[in-house]
């Protein structure tokens, strides 16, 4: 199930993206390793050296000072699968985890071509893998959330986000795409605002209305689409043009039916350790890499293969 990505590792180098953060301030998800250069009077191991070590991994398309690198990772790593076999092991024996072995080198090799050190690597790659353990999962209660795709999904992406973070904004074509394209995922959110953000909470609150009168995405879309210049008063129009009554809108603020749902969903991301937006699960496990459609689609791959199987991975 999946692909190998023997194409290019191309596809899956994807810049790390920012957060907005409980403090005010924009930080990256994952700590951004600075770039490294190769010595430019050292030895680069050449493709053909680097394909005798990696039969059938792309090496071509790797950065020739990254060839050795990704060699000695694949090693001494083993494979995520639980075969036991290092990451070259796998593919020099032709092994069945060779598949996996091609999978997990092509997350490395991402980490390696960002700037990350071989230790850094190894980490975002155990800790990726490490996410699929059933200990590491999350149980998100899901009630007053609006969702996107199929009820029987078998993936469920759920992502907590402020309307006003420009990351979120940034998100969220990138999540609605993997639904669209992808008949076994489904996409629930969850109201995460942000003291530092003026107008999220009102935001939020106009959200759940719209959610609670069938209108809840269009509005979703409208609101980030006009996050930059959010106002009390521009609020209360979106809702207008999404074909709502903004006086029903103030008359449910007023009441305070809104606020205990967003007050609700933010109590239960910080529950879940949530500091900063985007965060998103997958069927409850936190995604731990930067967001992009080819990393996003990776990992929804894993994820169908791990529950088609059980909570395991196949060994073919």
């Known amino acids: 199930m999946g692909r190998t990505y023997s194409s290019s590792i191309a596809i899956l180098v994807a810049l790390c ?48 000072y990254l060839r050795e690198t990704l060699v000695e990772v694949a090693r001494d790593e083993f494979v995520y699968d639980g075969a036991p076999f290092t990451l070259a092991g796998c593919l020099k024996e032709d092994k069945p985890c060779k598949r996996h072995a091609t999978r997990g080198l092509t997350l490395v090799a991402n980490q390696l071509a960002g700037g990350a050190s071989p230790s850094e690597a190894l980490a975002a790659y155990n800790r990726y893998y490490g996410s699929f353990d059933p200990k590491s999962r999350q149980s998100i209660d899901l009630t007053d959330a609006p969702c996107l795709g199929p009820a029987d999904a078998k993936v469920t992406l759920v992502e907590f986000a402020d309307y006003e973070c420009p990351y979120c904004a940034a998100a969220a074509p990138i999540l609605h795409q993997a639904v669209q394209e992808n008949p076994q995922v489904r996409l629930c959110f969850q109201h995460f605002p942000l003291p530092s953000h003026d107008n999220a909470f009102s935001a939020a609150q106009a959200a759940v209305y719209a959610h609670r009168h069938g209108k809840f995405w269009e509005l979703h879309e409208l609101i980030f689409r006009n996050q930059q210049r959010l106002s009390s008063q521009v609020i209360k129009d ?10 029903g809108l103030v008359k449910a603020v007023a009441d305070d039916e809104l606020a205990p749902v967003v007050e609700k969903q933010r109590a239960q991301g910080r529950a879940l350790g949530i500091t900063g937006t985007p965060t998103i699960f997958v069927n409850g496990r936190q995604f731990t890499l930067p967001l992009s459609p080819e990393l996003l689609r990776f990992t929804i791959e894993d994820e169908l293969e791990w529950q088609t199987h059980g909570g395991k991975w196949a060994n073919e």
């Open 238 to 247: 979106l809702v207008q043009q999404v074909g709502l009554d903004p006086q």
């Open 17 to 64: 993206i920012s957060a907005c953060s409980e403090n005010g301030r924009a930080e990256p998800q994952q700590p951004a390793p600075a770039a490294r250069q190769a010595d430019p009077d050292g030895r680069q191991m050449s493709v053909e050296e680097a394909k005798q070590e990696l039969p059938g991994f792309p090496v071509e398309s790797l950065p020739p």
